[in-house]
């Protein structure tokens, strides 16, 4: 059974980081390409992030130049570094897989609070 397992989350104050590993397990993790969504309380969940099998990225306008997905193959991992992080940066994130045959994957989410 295919598992996404995120890790990292937690509180942060406004201005500070925090860096997001997803750990993937049972896939062929470099045909798959990754995304972070979140989930903020109260509304829809978007796409923060995506990281394609070649490594081409794009990022919600609400994060860019802020937040920096990467995926390291090898460990079948993705990572989302956030800096400069924002109250309304405040969600529970997700990691997502996608692959061939339109194989999708989710992870349970992992908690982000940003607050003073």
């Known amino acids: 059974q295919v598992q996404l397992v995120e890790s990292g989350g937690g509180l942060a104050q406004p201005g500070g980081s925090l860096r997001l590993s997803c750990a993937a397990s049972?896939?062929?993790?470099?045909?798959?390409?990754m995304s972070w969504y979140r989930q903020g309380p109260g509304k829809e969940r978007d796409l923060v992030a995506r990281?394609?099998?070649?490594?081409?990225?794009n990022y919600a306008d609400s994060v860019k130049g802020r937040f920096t997905i990467s995926r390291d193959n090898g460990k079948n991992t993705v990572y989302l570094q956030m800096n400069s992080l924002k109250p309304e940066d405040t969600a529970v994130y997700y990691c997502?897989?996608?692959?061939?045959?339109?194989?999708?994957?989710w992870g349970q989410g992992t908690q982000v609070t940003v607050s003073s």
């Open positions: 990281i394609s099998t070649g490594g081409n990225t």
């Open positions: 997502k897989a996608d692959g061939p045959f339109q194989r999708t994957y």
């Open positions: 049972r896939l062929f993790f470099s045909n798959y390409a």
